[in-house]
């Protein structure tokens, strides 16, 4: 198999806030969009990007969400509306030339079907993967998903007159992703806990309560747009079951997949049984027969 280099770029968005992602793999495959979860990176997906069993019939795309990572990060509630997450990914989807791609969002990263199916329509992708996720911004179901593992570390991750406590909560935020996290490299968890400092404290809040409906996305679902929801049985910091329960309601093509002993990052703890899921349900949603 051919080595692949990553493709770095930034795209502007519609308020020109301009969005860090990158690519690697034969552009002329069909497309998976990686979408990571709160305060983290793309870093987070580097494992998966370089997976050969992924290249072999996928492009792989990642990008940072606006307010993390390399992108740009507006202070205000407006900067953060739900269009502008839609047009976020429609940036990186014309800069990379995507034609309906999957859109795999991990935890936070997971609302953002929402906002695609509400400002895109559905036809803007050809499915949806939700890893351990959070299905779309709503105190109640934040309520129901949201295990208080996270919940009791928020204050600290938005705390801006506290340095000791922000620098504590950030480490402790990264162990919880993990179901061993002693065994960790530290090049892992430095770079993830790292990157994880590049969102401003203020912005915690804005991004986990800014405004979402998920009427398009139910739509969409009933209509037959297939999701995946890869779950994690140990996951620290999501309950699975919410989330299976607002899916069964409301997609028709559903397909849930959870892992006994998954962390919140199963890509990373269970990668082998994660990387088979989705090449599984990606091939079938690309008709794939190899």
Request: aromatic share 8%; charged share 20%.
């Amino acid at each position: 198999m051919p080595r692949f280099n990553v493709t770095e770029a930034l795209f502007s968005s519609s308020d020109g806030t301009l969005i860090y992602a990158e690519a690697i793999g034969n552009k002329n495959l069909p497309a998976i969009v990686f979408i990571h979860g709160l305060t983290l990176t793309t870093l987070a997906w580097a494992h998966i990007l370089h997976d050969p069993r992924l290249l072999e019939h996928f492009y792989l795309v990642a990008y940072d969400m606006r307010g993390h990572g390399r992108s740009g990060k507006p202070l205000t509630m407006e900067g953060h509306s739900s269009k502008l997450y839609a047009d976020d990914f429609a940036a990186v989807s014309k800069g990379f030339d995507l034609k309906s791609p999957l859109c795999n969002g991990w935890s936070l990263g997971a609302t953002v079907a929402a906002d695609i199916t509400t400002h895109l329509g559905p036809t803007a992708i050809s499915g949806i993967i939700w890893t351990a996720p959070l299905p779309y911004i709503d105190p109640e179901v934040i309520g129901a998903v949201a295990k208080p593992a996270v919940q009791d570390l928020l204050p600290g991750l938005a705390t801006e007159t506290d340095a000791v406590l922000a620098l504590q909560t950030r480490h402790k935020f990264i162990d919880t992703l993990f179901n061993d996290p002693p065994s960790v490299p530290v090049d892992i968890k430095w770079s993830w806990a790292g990157s994880s400092s590049l969102i401003p404290p203020s912005l915690v809040p804005i991004v986990t309560s800014r405004p979402q409906d998920p009427t398009a996305l139910f739509k969409a679902g009933a209509n037959g747009l297939p999701l995946l929801i890869i779950s994690g049985g140990n996951d620290s910091q999501l309950r699975g079951e919410p989330a299976w329960e607002i899916a069964g309601k409301h997609f028709k093509d559903l397909t849930i997949h959870n892992i006994p002993d998954g962390s919140h990052a199963p890509f990373y703890d269970n990668k082998d049984e994660y990387v088979q899921e989705v090449l599984k349900f990606a091939k079938r949603v690309f008709k794939i027969h190899a």
